[in-house]
């Protein structure tokens, strides 16, 4: 593929299709990394490019390349976004191609989530260690980050920029009244990339090694192959959202499970601890379980009743999701 440049020479243009895939294993999320093959270290995403005369739509075609890379037959699949930022490959800044991606998330059984050969489940909070709220405010907010956006802030090139970046920091990260929004993962990662304050500024050619705040990079998170991390961002921030109007969890449960179960996976992706009481009312009062009329011995203690998905509750409401009460991490 290729298209005019201003100038009116060709530029050749590259569109690979991108996999988000996710799961909840051990109460914590996971995301399927494919392992470096090339010069550029840095684990990716499974992907491939989009063969217009063997693939009959993209995510026909983002489906076989999940199947070819990981062996996994994914079930949910939903379109994210379509990246294709100048230099989002550094082989463009070269001369190379340009290249664009379309991303996807992909959710997996937490029984399906097996270990590809040249894959691994990496833990999401490796990557977003400012994301995990579940045991409290992460103590990288305040020791690294916050200062670190501060002197970003303070290195302005005039008092409206200064302002700019003082709103978009207080409005991501909470720092003001405004308070913490967990859905606005792309948002904070865009403002630390921005700050120089991840370590894909250096490697994407944005900033030089020992320039900026790189002294932060060993505290910010797991860098991934050329935009990876952002697109990874995308998709935490759309299924967080999602959850509260979707019954997307799940697409990561077993087909039988606890409620202790079901809110742990719930906590993991939203990053934040609910009330045990109140989230088990919740999800009675609005029919998204029914009991399979087993228990599981697995708890530790006293059987636990084992519940399933209830699928009728799709037609009978427009927004079946799981609301998510704020609360101490249950016992």
Do not use: C
């Not at 005039?158 to 308070?179: H, L, P, T, Y």
């Not at 859905?183 to 900033?207: C, Q, S």
């Not at 900026?212 to 910010?220: E, L, N, R, V, Y």
């Amino acid at each position: 593929m290729s298209k005019k440049t201003p100038s009116g020479s060709t530029q050749a243009v590259v569109l690979d299709l991108g996999a988000v895939i996710a799961t909840v294993a051990d109460d914590d999320p996971r995301v399927l990394l494919v392992n470096a093959e090339d010069t550029d270290s840095r684990p990716r995403l499974p992907s491939g490019p989009f063969d217009p005369d063997s693939d009959r739509t993209m995510e026909e075609g983002l489906r076989r390349w999940i199947a070819e890379q990981t062996g996994l037959t994914v079930g949910f699949v939903e379109q994210l976004y379509t990246f294709g930022d100048r230099f989002r490959d550094p082989d463009n800044r070269a001369g190379g191609p340009r290249s664009i991606s379309v991303g996807y998330v992909a959710l997996i059984r937490q029984s399906a989530a097996k270990r590809p050969a040249g894959s691994d489940w990496f833990d999401w909070y490796r990557l977003f260690p400012w994301e995990d709220w579940r045991h409290g405010r992460p103590a990288l907010l305040d020791e690294i980050l916050k200062p670190k956006i501060g002197s970003w802030i303070d290195g302005a090139e005039d008092a409206k920029a200064k302002r700019a970046r003082r709103g978009r920091s207080d409005i991501a990260f909470g720092f003001s009244d405004v308070g913490w929004d967990a859905d606005r993962v792309l948002e904070r990662y865009e403002l630390l990339y921005e700050a120089g304050l991840v370590a894909e500024t250096v490697t994407d050619g944005r900033i030089k090694t020992g320039q900026g705040q790189s002294d932060a990079h060993a505290w910010t998170g797991l860098p991934l192959h050329q935009d990876h991390r952002r697109i990874l961002a995308t998709a935490l921030g759309r299924l967080r959202g999602k959850i509260r109007y979707r019954p997307v969890i799940f697409e990561v449960m077993p087909i039988a499970f606890t409620l202790l179960q079901l809110q742990r996976a719930v906590e993991a992706l939203a990053g934040a601890p609910l009330h045990k009481q109140n989230f088990r009312r919740l999800v009675a009062a609005e029919g998204l379980v029914e009991p399979t009329g087993r228990v599981s011995s697995e708890t530790g203690g006293r059987p636990a009743e084992l519940f399933r998905f209830r699928p009728d509750v799709v037609r009978e409401r427009p927004a079946p999701g799981v609301r998510m009460p704020r609360g101490r991490r249950a016992k």
